[in-house]
């Protein structure tokens, strides 16, 4: 029996534009969730929704009933904040240098025009996000499901093809990484 | 392999548990939408060009006019190896002889 998100799926596939509105409408909310985790920014995470929901449109005809439609969208959206840092690493390169650990404690500070709700754990995110962005892109997209979802290495590796073996030394190496970076900006 | 310990100490954790509650302000859904069809349709638009390409690639009259001079060709260069074999056979000779003539 097939779920309703593949009858939608189908129908989207076959070109009907009402079902794919009505698949974005169902599914928009969980992957901005996602790639919040992901985004600098309220209007990158708009680029990276949309981009999302467009990958969305152009695989389509690749989807394949027997693959439950959200899963298949979950691993858009990783790949999409993987390439999201991918591309944020690169251009960080070549436009400017990496701020310093002096700078860090100042760019955590969230913009001022930013919506959000509570201001403490934006300032959070906006803190670990800034760690996050010095690791290599992968790990920095391995913590960022691990610690900010909670996904589990298994679940990361099977997101992003990896194997467990893999998965659980690049997360090691990262935390370490990540913990030598977090102490070099945190006063003890 | 031991997993090191999450950065820090306790204000590591702490940090964690206040990012984790941080929730995006809401998209415009509409605007996604818009662009989702937007991009549907252009799709669509795009997979209906490709068949008049190839019927550009291969047009009707040089089709038909291309398929005439092959055809003209080949009976012209099959009729001539035929005559040639013709006169070679064993047997022409004997319908030379009852017809007359040639063949």
């Known amino acids: ?188 | 392999m031991n997993t090191p310990p999450d950065p820090g100490d306790s204000r590591w954790d702490d940090l964690l548990a206040r990012a984790r509650k941080d929730q995006p302000a809401p998209l415009d859904l509409a605007a996604l939408q818009r662009s989702v069809s937007l991009e549907a349709r252009r799709l669509a638009s795009a997979r209906r060009a490709e068949a008049p390409d190839w019927t550009a690639l291969l047009p009707f009259r040089s089709l038909v006019s291309s398929c005439l001079a092959g055809t003209c060709a080949f009976t012209l260069i099959a009729s001539w190896q035929v005559w040639q074999w013709w006169q070679v056979m064993p047997w022409a000779q004997w319908v030379v002889a009852s017809s007359g003539g040639a063949p």
Request: glycine share 4%.
């Open chain 1, 1 to 188: 029996m097939s779920s309703p998100d593949s009858s939608l799926a189908e129908q989207a596939k076959a070109g009907d534009l009402e079902a794919m509105n009505q698949l974005v409408a169902e599914h928009h909310a969980a992957i901005t969730r996602l790639l919040w985790r992901f985004a600098r920014s309220h209007a990158d995470l708009e680029d990276l929704v949309q981009e999302t929901f467009l990958r969305m449109v152009r695989g389509l005809p690749a989807w394949r009933p027997q693959q439950p439609f959200a899963h298949w969208l979950q691993r858009i959206a990783t790949n999409t904040g993987r390439d999201y840092f991918r591309r944020n690493r690169i251009r960080d390169r070549w436009q400017a240098p990496l701020p310093s650990a002096d700078d860090a404690a100042t760019a955590t500070q969230p913009e001022a025009v930013e919506p959000g709700g509570d201001p403490a754990a934006r300032a959070a995110a906006e803190e670990v996000k800034h760690l996050l962005a010095r690791l290599a892109p992968d790990d920095a997209a391995l913590l960022t499901l691990h610690h900010l979802e909670g996904w589990s290495l298994v679940d990361i590796a099977a997101q992003y093809g990896w194997t467990v073996t893999a998965t659980k030394l690049r997360a090691w190496r990262a935390r370490r990484q990540l913990r030598a970076l977090y102490l070099s900006v945190t006063p003890s």
